[in-house]
Protein backbone atom coordinates (compact mmCIF):
# COMPACT_ATOMS: atom_id res chain seq x y z
CA UNK A 1 0.00 0.00 0.00
CA UNK A 2 1.21 3.27 -1.11
CA UNK A 3 -0.43 5.40 1.69
CA UNK A 4 -1.89 5.24 5.69
CA UNK A 5 -4.84 7.13 4.22
CA UNK A 6 -7.09 8.01 1.22
CA UNK A 7 -9.01 11.43 2.14
CA UNK A 8 -12.07 11.76 0.23
CA UNK A 9 -12.95 15.19 -0.41
CA UNK A 10 -10.58 17.76 0.34
CA UNK A 11 -13.09 20.01 2.06
CA UNK A 12 -12.26 21.42 5.57
CA UNK A 13 -13.25 18.22 6.80
CA UNK A 14 -10.83 15.91 4.36
CA UNK A 15 -8.23 19.20 4.92
CA UNK A 16 -8.27 19.00 8.46
CA UNK A 17 -7.69 15.15 8.78
CA UNK A 18 -4.70 15.72 6.02
CA UNK A 19 -3.50 17.75 8.48
CA UNK A 20 -3.84 15.58 11.35
CA UNK A 21 -2.33 12.65 9.64
CA UNK A 22 0.73 14.41 8.52
CA UNK A 23 1.28 15.69 12.29
CA UNK A 24 0.65 11.96 13.37
CA UNK A 25 4.11 11.38 11.05
CA UNK A 26 1.41 8.88 8.19
CA UNK A 27 1.29 9.21 4.97
CA UNK A 28 -2.24 10.47 3.19
CA UNK A 29 -3.52 10.94 -0.43
CA UNK A 30 -6.41 13.72 -0.58
CA UNK A 31 -8.87 12.93 -3.67
CA UNK A 32 -11.14 15.30 -4.83
CA UNK A 33 -14.18 15.42 -7.95
CA UNK A 34 -13.66 19.03 -7.73
CA UNK A 35 -11.03 21.31 -9.73
CA UNK A 36 -10.04 22.83 -7.02
CA UNK A 37 -9.25 22.23 -2.92
CA UNK A 38 -10.97 23.46 -0.42
CA UNK A 39 -14.45 22.50 -0.88
CA UNK A 40 -17.33 24.98 -0.29
CA UNK A 41 -14.73 26.92 1.68
CA UNK A 42 -12.94 27.69 -2.00
CA UNK A 43 -12.21 31.89 -2.83
CA UNK A 44 -11.61 33.03 -5.87
CA UNK A 45 -9.69 36.50 -6.34
CA UNK A 46 -11.64 38.71 -8.28
CA UNK A 47 -10.24 42.68 -8.79
CA UNK A 48 -8.35 41.76 -5.33
CA UNK A 49 -11.40 40.60 -3.19
CA UNK A 50 -11.85 37.00 -1.99
CA UNK A 51 -14.98 35.95 -3.11
CA UNK A 52 -16.74 33.45 -1.32
CA UNK A 53 -17.09 30.93 -4.39
CA UNK A 54 -19.78 28.84 -2.34
CA UNK A 55 -21.25 30.78 0.04
CA UNK A 56 -20.42 33.44 2.97
CA UNK A 57 -18.40 31.65 5.93
CA UNK A 58 -17.32 33.32 9.07
CA UNK A 59 -15.11 30.72 11.10
CA UNK A 60 -16.33 31.38 14.52
CA UNK A 61 -15.87 29.25 18.33
CA UNK A 62 -16.04 29.43 21.50
CA UNK A 63 -13.13 26.72 22.07
CA UNK A 64 -9.59 28.82 22.23
CA UNK A 65 -7.86 25.40 21.52
CA UNK A 66 -9.73 25.00 18.26
CA UNK A 67 -9.07 29.48 17.72
CA UNK A 68 -5.14 28.74 18.76
CA UNK A 69 -5.50 25.97 16.28
CA UNK A 70 -6.41 27.90 13.09
CA UNK A 71 -4.80 30.73 14.04
CA UNK A 72 -1.57 28.97 14.08
CA UNK A 73 -2.55 27.70 10.34
CA UNK A 74 -3.19 31.36 9.28
CA UNK A 75 -3.57 33.96 10.86
CA UNK A 76 -7.26 35.77 11.15
CA UNK A 77 -8.75 39.12 10.72
CA UNK A 78 -11.19 40.40 13.51
CA UNK A 79 -14.16 40.41 11.12
CA UNK A 80 -17.52 40.39 13.24
CA UNK A 81 -20.60 38.86 11.59
CA UNK A 82 -23.25 40.91 11.72
CA UNK A 83 -25.99 41.00 8.79
CA UNK A 84 -28.87 42.88 8.12
CA UNK A 85 -32.41 41.77 7.18
CA UNK A 86 -34.28 43.32 4.31
CA UNK A 87 -38.31 42.84 5.25
CA UNK A 88 -40.75 44.86 3.00
CA UNK A 89 -38.17 47.32 1.69
CA UNK A 90 -36.44 48.25 4.88
CA UNK A 91 -33.82 46.89 6.42
CA UNK A 92 -33.46 45.15 10.24
CA UNK A 93 -30.34 44.25 12.08
CA UNK A 94 -29.97 40.91 12.80
CA UNK A 95 -29.72 38.26 15.21
CA UNK A 96 -32.69 39.36 16.53
CA UNK A 97 -31.80 41.71 19.44
CA UNK A 98 -32.68 45.22 21.03
CA UNK A 99 -32.12 47.18 17.46
CA UNK A 100 -34.41 44.54 15.83
CA UNK A 101 -37.47 45.62 18.12
CA UNK A 102 -36.70 48.85 18.05
CA UNK A 103 -36.95 49.02 14.50
CA UNK A 104 -39.90 46.47 14.65
CA UNK A 105 -42.51 48.40 17.22
CA UNK A 106 -40.06 51.32 18.80
CA UNK A 107 -39.55 49.61 21.86
CA UNK A 108 -36.59 51.30 23.53
CA UNK A 109 -35.95 49.10 26.76
CA UNK A 110 -35.29 45.10 27.01
CA UNK A 111 -38.83 45.16 29.50
CA UNK A 112 -40.58 46.82 26.61
CA UNK A 113 -39.44 44.46 24.03
CA UNK A 114 -39.88 41.36 26.40
CA UNK A 115 -43.55 42.41 26.65
CA UNK A 116 -44.25 42.01 23.49
CA UNK A 117 -42.79 39.25 23.37
CA UNK A 118 -43.83 37.54 26.27
CA UNK A 119 -47.14 38.47 25.29
CA UNK A 120 -46.94 36.92 21.42
CA UNK A 121 -44.84 33.73 22.74
CA UNK A 122 -47.96 32.61 24.42
CA UNK A 123 -49.96 31.40 21.30
CA UNK A 124 -47.66 27.99 21.89
CA UNK A 125 -48.36 26.00 24.87
CA UNK A 126 -45.90 23.60 25.65
CA UNK A 127 -42.78 22.01 24.02
CA UNK A 128 -42.63 23.73 20.36
CA UNK A 129 -42.42 20.65 18.18
CA UNK A 130 -41.54 22.60 14.72
CA UNK A 131 -39.50 25.47 13.52
CA UNK A 132 -42.49 27.82 13.21
CA UNK A 133 -43.70 26.90 16.77
CA UNK A 134 -40.16 27.10 18.41
CA UNK A 135 -39.69 30.41 16.44
CA UNK A 136 -42.58 32.67 17.46
CA UNK A 137 -41.62 31.02 21.30
CA UNK A 138 -38.30 32.78 20.92
CA UNK A 139 -39.70 36.13 19.54
CA UNK A 140 -43.12 36.05 18.95
CA UNK A 141 -45.12 36.42 15.47
CA UNK A 142 -44.46 39.20 14.38
CA UNK A 143 -40.72 38.64 13.78
CA UNK A 144 -41.35 34.93 12.99
CA UNK A 145 -43.80 36.63 9.89
CA UNK A 146 -41.60 39.31 8.71
CA UNK A 147 -38.15 37.68 9.47
CA UNK A 148 -38.04 33.96 9.60
CA UNK A 149 -40.79 32.62 7.62
CA UNK A 150 -39.91 33.58 3.88
CA UNK A 151 -36.54 33.25 4.55
CA UNK A 152 -36.50 29.82 6.09
CA UNK A 153 -39.25 28.55 3.35
CA UNK A 154 -37.01 29.83 0.83
CA UNK A 155 -33.88 28.07 2.41
CA UNK A 156 -35.30 25.19 2.98
CA UNK A 157 -37.96 24.67 0.03
CA UNK A 158 -40.59 23.92 2.57
CA UNK A 159 -43.21 24.96 4.95
CA UNK A 160 -41.95 25.75 8.77
CA UNK A 161 -43.87 23.43 10.19
CA UNK A 162 -42.45 20.45 8.66
CA UNK A 163 -38.76 21.81 9.81
CA UNK A 164 -36.91 20.88 12.98
CA UNK A 165 -37.24 23.59 15.68
CA UNK A 166 -33.04 23.43 16.22
CA UNK A 167 -32.26 24.94 12.96
CA UNK A 168 -33.60 28.42 14.41
CA UNK A 169 -31.93 27.85 17.61
CA UNK A 170 -28.79 28.56 16.01
CA UNK A 171 -29.58 32.16 16.38
CA UNK A 172 -29.00 34.18 19.62
CA UNK A 173 -32.15 36.22 20.93
CA UNK A 174 -30.77 39.08 22.60
CA UNK A 175 -32.37 41.81 25.03
CA UNK A 176 -29.39 43.98 24.24
CA UNK A 177 -28.13 46.32 21.82
CA UNK A 178 -26.16 43.74 20.47
CA UNK A 179 -25.86 43.03 16.63
CA UNK A 180 -23.35 40.27 16.96
CA UNK A 181 -24.58 37.20 14.79
CA UNK A 182 -22.57 34.81 17.29
CA UNK A 183 -22.22 33.92 20.80
CA UNK A 184 -18.92 32.46 20.93
CA UNK A 185 -15.52 34.40 22.02
CA UNK A 186 -13.81 33.94 18.88
CA UNK A 187 -14.48 34.97 15.36
CA UNK A 188 -12.66 35.81 11.85
CA UNK A 189 -12.23 35.22 8.64
CA UNK A 190 -8.85 33.76 7.56
CA UNK A 191 -6.44 36.68 6.14
CA UNK A 192 -5.96 36.86 2.45
CA UNK A 193 -8.88 34.02 2.50
CA UNK A 194 -9.69 30.84 2.91
CA UNK A 195 -7.70 29.20 0.77
CA UNK A 196 -4.48 30.02 2.63
CA UNK A 197 -6.49 27.59 5.77
CA UNK A 198 -6.62 24.85 3.23
CA UNK A 199 -3.72 25.07 1.59
CA UNK A 200 -1.93 25.35 4.61
CA UNK A 201 -3.48 22.32 6.27
CA UNK A 202 -3.20 20.30 3.21
CA UNK A 203 0.52 21.54 2.84
CA UNK A 204 3.01 18.26 1.87
CA UNK A 205 0.44 15.91 1.03
CA UNK A 206 -0.65 14.42 -2.00
CA UNK A 207 -3.92 16.03 -3.78
CA UNK A 208 -5.72 13.97 -6.93
CA UNK A 209 -8.58 16.60 -8.31
CA UNK A 210 -10.89 15.77 -10.80
CA UNK A 211 -11.29 12.34 -9.21
CA UNK A 212 -14.17 10.60 -8.12
CA UNK A 213 -13.85 8.00 -5.20
CA UNK A 214 -16.98 6.25 -5.99
CA UNK A 215 -16.48 5.30 -9.66
CA UNK A 216 -13.11 4.48 -8.84
CA UNK A 217 -13.43 3.10 -5.70
CA UNK A 218 -11.83 -0.37 -6.34
CA UNK A 219 -8.75 0.89 -7.56
CA UNK A 220 -8.29 4.00 -5.32
CA UNK A 221 -9.03 1.40 -1.77
CA UNK A 222 -5.86 -0.49 -3.37
CA UNK A 223 -3.75 2.64 -2.46
CA UNK A 224 -4.39 3.29 1.04
CA UNK A 225 -4.87 1.01 4.26
CA UNK A 226 -7.86 3.35 5.86
CA UNK A 227 -10.37 5.92 4.13
CA UNK A 228 -11.55 8.72 5.16
CA UNK A 229 -14.46 9.88 3.37
CA UNK A 230 -16.21 13.02 3.44
CA UNK A 231 -18.31 12.68 0.87
CA UNK A 232 -22.32 11.74 0.69
CA UNK A 233 -22.97 8.88 2.73
CA UNK A 234 -25.75 7.58 0.62
CA UNK A 235 -23.58 7.27 -2.26
CA UNK A 236 -21.45 5.63 -0.60
CA UNK A 237 -23.62 2.50 0.08
CA UNK A 238 -25.28 3.32 -3.62
CA UNK A 239 -28.36 4.52 -2.18
CA UNK A 240 -29.17 1.16 -0.76
CA UNK A 241 -31.60 2.81 1.88
CA UNK A 242 -33.18 5.69 -1.17
CA UNK A 243 -31.18 9.20 -1.61
CA UNK A 244 -31.19 11.03 1.66
CA UNK A 245 -32.43 15.03 0.93
CA UNK A 246 -29.89 17.96 0.92
CA UNK A 247 -30.31 21.86 0.16
CA UNK A 248 -28.38 23.39 -2.62
CA UNK A 249 -27.81 26.86 -3.85
CA UNK A 250 -27.30 28.69 -7.18
CA UNK A 251 -24.70 31.44 -7.11
CA UNK A 252 -25.36 34.78 -9.44
CA UNK A 253 -22.20 36.78 -8.89
CA UNK A 254 -21.92 40.28 -10.46
CA UNK A 255 -18.61 42.69 -10.76
CA UNK A 256 -19.72 46.53 -10.10
CA UNK A 257 -18.12 49.56 -11.38
CA UNK A 258 -18.60 51.31 -8.29
CA UNK A 259 -17.20 51.31 -4.55
CA UNK A 260 -20.02 49.52 -2.49
CA UNK A 261 -23.40 48.20 -3.03
CA UNK A 262 -25.17 47.69 0.16
CA UNK A 263 -22.59 48.83 3.00
CA UNK A 264 -22.20 45.64 4.51
CA UNK A 265 -20.88 41.84 4.19
CA UNK A 266 -24.12 39.93 4.06
CA UNK A 267 -28.02 41.28 3.89
CA UNK A 268 -30.82 38.53 3.94
CA UNK A 269 -33.98 39.35 1.82
CA UNK A 270 -36.79 37.54 4.05
CA UNK A 271 -39.74 38.42 1.76
CA UNK A 272 -41.37 34.83 0.19
CA UNK A 273 -41.59 36.47 -3.35
CA UNK A 274 -38.24 37.61 -3.81
CA UNK A 275 -36.33 34.52 -5.32
CA UNK A 276 -33.16 34.87 -3.50
CA UNK A 277 -32.34 34.36 0.51
CA UNK A 278 -28.98 37.19 0.82
CA UNK A 279 -27.09 39.03 -1.54
CA UNK A 280 -23.16 39.14 -0.09
CA UNK A 281 -20.53 41.53 -0.33
CA UNK A 282 -17.63 40.41 -0.47
CA UNK A 283 -14.82 42.77 -0.28
CA UNK A 284 -16.63 43.43 3.79
CA UNK A 285 -15.09 40.19 4.78
CA UNK A 286 -11.59 41.38 4.76
CA UNK A 287 -12.62 45.53 5.22
CA UNK A 288 -11.74 45.65 1.23
CA UNK A 289 -11.26 49.53 -0.08
CA UNK A 290 -10.88 48.08 -3.93
CA UNK A 291 -12.68 50.61 -6.04
CA UNK A 292 -14.80 47.64 -7.86
CA UNK A 293 -17.46 45.78 -5.97
CA UNK A 294 -18.68 42.03 -5.78
CA UNK A 295 -21.68 40.96 -5.09
CA UNK A 296 -23.35 37.43 -4.97
CA UNK A 297 -27.24 36.65 -4.87
CA UNK A 298 -27.85 33.31 -3.64
CA UNK A 299 -30.72 31.09 -4.05
CA UNK A 300 -31.58 27.72 -2.78
CA UNK A 301 -32.64 24.94 -4.75
CA UNK A 302 -33.23 21.43 -4.50
CA UNK A 303 -30.51 19.30 -4.48
CA UNK A 304 -30.34 16.48 -7.76
CA UNK A 305 -27.11 14.09 -8.37
CA UNK A 306 -24.30 16.63 -10.43
CA UNK A 307 -25.21 19.49 -7.96
CA UNK A 308 -23.35 20.58 -4.63
CA UNK A 309 -25.15 19.56 -1.66
CA UNK A 310 -24.43 21.99 0.81
CA UNK A 311 -27.52 21.29 3.96
CA UNK A 312 -28.69 18.01 5.14
CA UNK A 313 -32.66 17.87 5.81
CA UNK A 314 -32.68 16.85 9.12
CA UNK A 315 -36.19 16.42 9.23
CA UNK A 316 -37.54 12.95 10.73
CA UNK A 317 -37.86 10.99 7.36
CA UNK A 318 -34.73 11.90 6.22
CA UNK A 319 -32.96 11.15 9.73
CA UNK A 320 -34.27 7.72 10.03
CA UNK A 321 -32.54 7.06 6.93
CA UNK A 322 -29.36 8.36 7.68
CA UNK A 323 -29.30 6.42 10.88
CA UNK A 324 -29.72 2.70 8.26
CA UNK A 325 -26.94 4.42 6.68
CA UNK A 326 -25.15 5.01 9.80
CA UNK A 327 -25.45 1.55 11.48
CA UNK A 328 -23.82 0.08 7.75
CA UNK A 329 -20.91 2.95 8.45
CA UNK A 330 -19.99 1.31 11.82
CA UNK A 331 -19.55 -1.99 9.84
CA UNK A 332 -16.94 -0.88 7.63
CA UNK A 333 -13.56 -1.51 9.50
CA UNK A 334 -11.80 0.42 6.96
CA UNK A 335 -13.46 3.84 6.28
CA UNK A 336 -14.09 6.28 8.81
CA UNK A 337 -17.31 8.70 7.88
CA UNK A 338 -16.83 12.51 8.48
CA UNK A 339 -17.95 15.82 8.25
CA UNK A 340 -21.35 17.81 7.13
CA UNK A 341 -22.04 15.33 4.28
CA UNK A 342 -20.75 12.00 5.33
CA UNK A 343 -22.77 12.32 8.70
CA UNK A 344 -25.64 14.13 7.81
CA UNK A 345 -25.21 16.80 9.84
CA UNK A 346 -25.49 20.51 10.16
CA UNK A 347 -22.03 20.94 11.44
CA UNK A 348 -20.20 24.16 11.61
CA UNK A 349 -16.57 24.51 10.41
CA UNK A 350 -15.30 24.81 13.96
CA UNK A 351 -17.03 21.83 15.32
CA UNK A 352 -14.70 20.17 12.36
CA UNK A 353 -12.43 21.84 13.31
CA UNK A 354 -12.57 20.08 16.87
CA UNK A 355 -13.64 16.99 15.89
CA UNK A 356 -10.87 16.44 13.25
CA UNK A 357 -8.51 16.74 16.61
CA UNK A 358 -9.97 13.91 18.30
CA UNK A 359 -10.24 11.14 15.64
CA UNK A 360 -7.12 9.75 14.78
N1 LIG B 1 -33.00 32.52 9.59
C1 LIG B 1 -34.12 33.32 9.40
N2 LIG B 1 -33.97 34.59 8.96
C2 LIG B 1 -32.75 35.12 8.70
C3 LIG B 1 -31.61 34.32 8.91
C4 LIG B 1 -31.76 33.02 9.34
O1 LIG B 1 -35.23 32.86 9.61
O2 LIG B 1 -32.70 36.29 8.28
C5 LIG B 1 -33.20 31.14 10.06
C6 LIG B 1 -33.34 30.15 8.91
O3 LIG B 1 -34.30 29.19 9.29
C7 LIG B 1 -31.99 29.52 8.84
C8 LIG B 1 -31.60 29.47 10.30
O4 LIG B 1 -32.12 30.70 10.82
O5 LIG B 1 -32.06 28.24 8.27
C9 LIG B 1 -30.12 29.35 10.57
O6 LIG B 1 -29.46 30.42 9.95
P1 LIG B 1 -27.90 30.45 9.79
O7 LIG B 1 -27.52 31.85 9.49
O8 LIG B 1 -27.28 29.78 10.96
O9 LIG B 1 -27.70 29.56 8.49
P2 LIG B 1 -26.37 29.28 7.64
O10 LIG B 1 -25.40 30.37 7.95
O11 LIG B 1 -25.89 27.93 8.04
O12 LIG B 1 -26.85 29.33 6.25
Redesign the pocket.
Known amino acids: MKFDYLIVGAGLAGSMMAYRVKEAGKTALVIDKRSHIGGNLYCEEIEGIQVHKYGPHIFHTSNKKVWEFVNRIVPFNYFHFS?L?MSQGRLFH?PFNMNTFYELWGTKTPAEAKAIINQQRQEIKGEPCN?EEQAIALVGRDIYER??KG??EK??GRSCQELPSF??R??PVRYCFDNN?YNDTYQGIPIGGYNYLINNLVRGTEILLNTDYIENRVQLNTLARRVIYTGTIDRFFDFRYGALEYRSLRFEEELLNQESYQGNAVV?Y?DADIPYTRIIEHKYFEYGNQPKTIITREYPMVWQQGKEPY?PVNDEVNDQKYALYRAEAEKQEKVVFFGRLAEYK?YDMHQIVEKAVEII
Open positions: PALLLIYTQWIIRLYNTYY
